[in-house]
C-alpha cells in the first residue's frame, strides 16, 4: 500500500519570500504521479502542480517548482515570492499510473500562512 | 461548464438518520471519486466509477454507505444510520481518464459537503 507523509503540519513565510514544504511517500510502483493540491480556505481543492515520475526534471508551474528525488521518495513544494493569496491548506498527492491507477493517496496537509 | 457541484453543502442530521449527497461532475468526464476529509487532515478515497461502473470501494466505505452513478452522469452518496464518526467534508471529484491528451487525468473537485452529525 502507498502512504505520503508530510511532516510540517504548519508554516509561516513573510510576503515575498521563499517556503519549502516537505512531503516522502513509500510504495513499490515503479510508474506513478505526485501532485500538490492547495486548498484554501472554505474553498474548494485545486491542483498546484504535477511530476510523473518517469521524467527527471523537475515541475516548475510559474512560482511554483518541486524538488523530485525518486530515489529517496521525496517530494517538496517551492514557492518563491510568497503571496498572500498563497495563504491554504497544501496536500501532497500519490497516482499509481495504468488503468488501475486513478484514485489519489493524500498526506495529512501542511497548513501555510503567508504573513505581510 | 462551470465545474463540479454538489449539493447539498452543508447537511446536520440526528445520529441514525439517513443522509444522500449529490455530486454533478464536468459534463465530459468519465471518472467520478467520493473522498471524506476529517478536520486538519488529508481526504480519503471512499470509492469510484467509471461511467457507471464502480471500480473500486475502500475498505472504509462500510455496509451503511453506499454510492451510485445510475447513468454515468451525476453520482449519489447515502449514509444509513448515521453515526457521530461520520461527521466530515465528503469531496467529490472527476476526471477524463484516458480520454484527454494529458497522460495524468487531473482530478477536479467540488466544493464538498460539510456533514454534520448530532
Known amino acids: 500500500a502507498q502512504t505520503v507523509t508530510q511532516s510540517q503540519p504548519e508554516m509561516s513565510v513573510q510576503e515575498a519570500e521563499t517556503v519549502t514544504l516537505s512531503c516522502t511517500y513509500d510504495?513499490?510502483?515503479?510508474?506513478?504521479?505526485l501532485f500538490w493540491y492547495k486548498q484554501p480556505p472554505s474553498r474548494q481543492m485545486i491542483l498546484v502542480i504535477r511530476?510523473?515520475?518517469?521524467?527527471?526534471q523537475n515541475a516548475t508551474e510559474n512560482r511554483f517548482s518541486v524538488n523530485f528525488q525518486k530515489a529517496a521518495k521525496s517530494f517538496s513544494l517551492k514557492i518563491s515570492d510568497s503571496q498572500l493569496g498563497d495563504t491554504a491548506m497544501y496536500f501532497c498527492a500519490f497516482m499509481k499510473q495504468g488503468n488501475q491507477g486513478g484514485k489519489l493517496i493524500f498526506g495529512q496537509g501542511t497548513e501555510l500562512s503567508v504573513k505581510p | 461548464d462551470t465545474g463540479v457541484s454538489q449539493d447539498p453543502r452543508h447537511k446536520i442530521t440526528k445520529r441514525g438518520q439517513n443522509v444522500t449527497f449529490r455530486c454533478d461532475p464536468i459534463?465530459?468526464?468519465?471518472?467520478l471519486y467520493w473522498y471524506r476529509q476529517t478536520l486538519g487532515q488529508g481526504p480519503e478515497f471512499l470509492t469510484y466509477?467509471?461511467?457507471?461502473?464502480?471500480?473500486?470501494k475502500s475498505r472504509l466505505l462500510s455496509d451503511r454507505f453506499s454510492a451510485e452513478r445510475p447513468k454515468g452522469s451525476f453520482s449519489t452518496l447515502e449514509i444509513q444510520r448515521t453515526e457521530q464518526g461520520d461527521s466530515a467534508m465528503y469531496l467529490c471529484a472527476s476526471s477524463p481518464w484516458g480520454l484527454a491528451s494529458l497522460s495524468y487525468n487531473e482530478q477536479f473537485f467540488g466544493p464538498g459537503t460539510r456533514l454534520t452529525v448530532l
Open positions: 510504495t513499490s510502483e515503479s510508474n506513478y504521479y
Open positions: 511530476q510523473e515520475a518517469y521524467k527527471q
Open positions: 459534463s465530459e468526464h468519465n471518472r
Open positions: 466509477f467509471q461511467n457507471e461502473a464502480q471500480l473500486e
